[in-house]
């Protein structure tokens, strides 16, 4: 009997531990019944690279592009380009933020520009389920800080000796007759409002530093709390018993040879079920895209051991500076269905064939010589409304549906709402014009088509040979 009751208390004792502790509620720390893995990222330069990317892996090792490859979120506001995106899941798992650089490099303005003149807010998405997301929103973070520049690489991890969010990232500003990147942090509960920010790490004399992110480690490996990887010249490693408290230096990558000016952008992930741990780390020098190397003690720089190529695929796309979560399966299931890899398609109109659906300041019509425009790709989608129907995503606004209001056509954001979904869904059906090609019918106005009038996309009753003809369309790829 004492055998079995000093069992049941190590259970509650471990039960006790997941629900007061990080262990669940940081992507680095998920419990090990959690099947995959879900990384948020960019992939390079430019306006369209410099949006929200997401992958899947099994193994933690080899990754899968979701969405075909296309980009998932896409800002519309400050720079309207994303980059160094981190992934925020609430201590009850009821919510999850993303938070990333406001900076499109290439769409006008230039690295230097960038950091002495750039753009001072971080990019806010927010979600309850992970898979519907709301509109961008700019959080300024830098203004406070005196002759700030920018605000580069955010990060946020959960905070229980203040209960909230430390949120950090790099500003380069003036400070003790040095103009640098130092990382700044504030306090937040819901990235809508922070506290004044304070410096959090600043390295001696002219040594900037620019990405860190920072891990928890569970008791029994190594001599620290927490352990947190920087980009400062060195991939430098520290540790720490509380995150806003005193860090100690434990070393650099440079011995086993990777030297700050090959990587940067460390990222951690945690193998689901043992202690064992991937840095992932940008080959910027070569344009490489991310790698791993593994350890089983995140705070010994000589533990840490580089990969073969051979043992690790990191997909299609080029991987820069991102964030890995650790999923349950309810999030993995929710996250695969809404990202298949969908091949993209065009409606092609039936009588003004060289014609095809597009959005033009988010106005839908049909235009002539876009057959090779993102603006006329959409991906068609299971229909918002369920089985039997289709809804239009556009693959250059990812989560913008071809919608109807008012029986005129919109590309819309996707609220979430049951009257958005029956708008925004249609049942394909044979060409009312020609069997062989296809016809839209509204899922809630059963009576009316997609067509278009004067070239503009209309939901109208059908009643005479023209409108049969406005109404027909070619799916093509």
């Not at 933020?97 to 971080?122: F, K, Y």
């Not at 070239?455 to 009643?463: G, W």
């Amino acid at each position: 009997m004492r055998a079995l009751l000093a069992r049941l208390a190590a259970v509650l004792a471990a039960v006790g531990l997941l629900l007061t502790s990080q262990t669940l509620i940081t992507a680095q720390q998920a419990a090990a019944a959690d099947p995959g893995y879900l990384m948020v990222h960019f992939t390079g330069e430019g306006s369209t690279n410099q949006q929200m990317y997401l992958s899947h892996s099994t193994d933690g090792l080899h990754w899968n592009d979701l969405n075909g490859g296309g980009m998932v979120l896409r800002s519309t506001v400050g720079t309207k380009g994303v980059r160094d995106p981190a992934f925020v899941r609430s201590p009850d798992g009821s919510k999850y933020w993303i938070i990333a650089t406001d900076l499109c490099i290439g769409c006008g303005q230039s690295w230097g520009d960038s950091q002495t003149n750039g753009s001072r807010n971080l990019v806010v998405w927010e979600s309850t389920d992970l898979v519907t997301w709301s509109q961008p929103r700019l959080l300024n973070v830098a203004d406070a800080i005196p002759g700030a520049g920018d605000a580069w690489a955010p990060e946020a991890i959960w905070d229980p000796a203040s209960n909230d969010y430390v949120l950090y990232w790099a500003t380069n500003a003036p400070l003790n007759g040095v103009t640098k990147h130092r990382i700044y942090s504030a306090h937040t509960t819901d990235f809508r409002t922070i506290t004044t920010p304070q410096v959090y790490i600043d390295r001696p004399g002219t040594q900037g530093i620019i990405d860190t992110q920072i891990i928890e480690v569970p008791s029994g490996v190594g001599n620290y709390r927490y352990v947190r990887a920087s980009g400062d010249g060195q991939i430098t490693l520290e540790g720490s018993n509380s995150i806003l408290g005193t860090w100690t230096t434990l070393g650099d990558l440079s011995g086993v040879g990777l030297s700050g000016s090959q990587v940067e952008g460390p990222m951690w992930m945690k193998f689901n079920g043992t202690n064992k741990w991937a840095l992932y780390l940008d080959q910027y020098a070569t344009s490489g895209g991310y790698m791993p190397v593994l350890t089983t003690d995140p705070s010994n720089p000589a533990a840490y051991q580089k990969q073969a190529s051979t043992s690790y695929n990191m997909g299609g796309t080029k991987k820069r500076h991102g964030w890995i979560m650790n999923l349950t399966a309810a999030e993995e299931s929710r996250v695969l269905t809404r990202w298949p890899n969908t091949t993209p398609n065009r409606l092609q109109s039936y009588n003004f064939q060289d014609r095809y659906v597009r959005h033009t300041n988010f106005d839908v019509r049909i235009d002539q010589n876009v057959s090779t425009s993102e603006d006329s790709q959409f991906r068609m989608r299971t229909g918002l409304a369920g089985t039997g129907t289709v809804s239009f995503e556009s693959v250059n606004f990812p989560g913008y549906f071809l919608r109807h209001s008012a029986f005129d056509f919109q590309l819309v954001y996707n609220d979430g709402t049951a009257g958005f979904a029956a708008d925004a869904s249609f049942r394909q059906v044979a060409g009312l014009a020609d069997s062989t090609w296809s016809s839209f019918q509204s899922y809630n106005y059963p009576d009316r088509y997609i067509r278009h009038y004067a070239y503009e996309l209309k939901l109208d009753p059908i009643t005479t040979t023209t409108a049969r003809s406005d109404a027909t369309f070619r799916v093509t790829s």
